[in-house]
């Protein structure tokens, strides 16, 4: 694995490791799962894509929501 060396805001970077840190993960493994993405989008369709047909027919709203609850905020 080859090591690089990025800038940014220290307040970000502090900011981004606290949410790395409440996911149980770490920034360094955040930035190489959005490398991931980011260098391969195809892919990352084809997951969501796998996903969304996995739970096609699976899940139910309960009821059909009027146009006004969908708006809602």
């Known amino acids: 694995m080859k ?42 369709m084809q997951r969501y894509d796998d996903v969304m047909a996995t739970l096609r027919g699976r899940l139910k709203v309960g009821q059909k929501l009027t146009r006004d609850q969908m708006n809602e905020r």
């Open 3 to 44: 090591n690089i060396t990025l800038s940014a805001e220290e307040s970000l970077i502090e900011a981004a490791r606290e949410r790395a840190r409440a996911d149980s993960t770490t920034l360094n493994e955040q930035f190489r799962r959005w490398l991931a993405d980011y260098a391969h989008p195809r892919e990352r």
